[in-house]
């Protein structure tokens, strides 16, 4: 566990968030953390989160930052340690596990709000309705502890050195000045279900090729093969190429994104440009990526949303399969997006 050191203690009440992840609950969580150091102005604010998540909030006035390693129960209990020490004030629990409900009790807060009625709680919605986007169960969170809502909008802020080193990247490959897709054909390796076939993807790239459009996929290490097949029929492989925050950033650049339900698909949003996301075994309506509910691509089959992170064999994927990369490219072309 790692304290960050790059804020003074503020005298006054002590209040702790938890937010541990994923990576795309982390980013759907970002205006709450700026609405409650609003609200908490004066006070002194600690958000406990991974290691991974820290650059997507090192930008964020006011806020100390504490990380800790989730494996291991040497990292557990030293974390439990932590929180006995602490004296906290209130508690929001933006996660909702039955580990960040520990640590909520073991704060012995007198204000601890979380998602659910609880034993850790002190202050929990009223159940509502069956089907909510993460962004309102997190406000629900908010509204029970008697804050106002966030609103559903924030561009992460970014410094020169990282807006340099994307331009840099741009500049090396040729790219700079050219209307880009970005577009990220991976996802969880635990959830390969939420995949758009790798053909697909790859037809779709091309006849975007052949409109003009500069192609550039996006992924992480686990996803360099993939991306490296990809690239090799047409645009760049720029897997593991950025960092988060660098990721936002590299958004900016583009026409538009195309993505799997996955994390980058959340950090993309944060630069504002259109998020074609394209979903089957997930349900939209609870994770589509902030302000692009309207650029939500699937095919209506019966069997989806199933949850499945595998699709049982006999159901041949068929809600993914099943969305043709013409569809897809029509759909696109409806929105001007394709004119020069």
Sequence with gaps: MTPAATQPAVSGRHILIIKLGALGDVVLALPLIEQLLRHHEGEQVTLLTAPSWRQLVTSFPGLEIVTFERRGAGSMLRLFNWLLRQQFDAVYDLQGSLRSRIMTLLTQADMRAGPQAALAYTHAPIPGRDVMHAFDRFNSVLTAAGVAVAEPGLRLPSDAATGSRV??????????????????????PAWPSKRWPEQSFSE??????????????????????????LARTVGVDATAAFSLAELAVLGGHARFVLSNDSGPMHVLALAGVPVYALFGPTDWRRSHALGQQDNVLYNPVECSPCHLPVCPPQRAHACLAGLAPEVVLARIEADGLLAP
Aim: aromatic residues 4%; without cysteine.
């Design 167 to 188: 331009t840099h990247w741009l500049q090396r490959h040729g790219l700079a000045g050219k209307p880009l897709v970005l577009v990220h054909a991976g996802g969880s």
């Design 204 to 229: 779709l790239a091309q006849a975007l090729a052949g409109q003009g459009l500069a192609v550039v996929w996006l992924g992480s290490a686990a996803e360099r093969d993939l991306n490296r097949r």
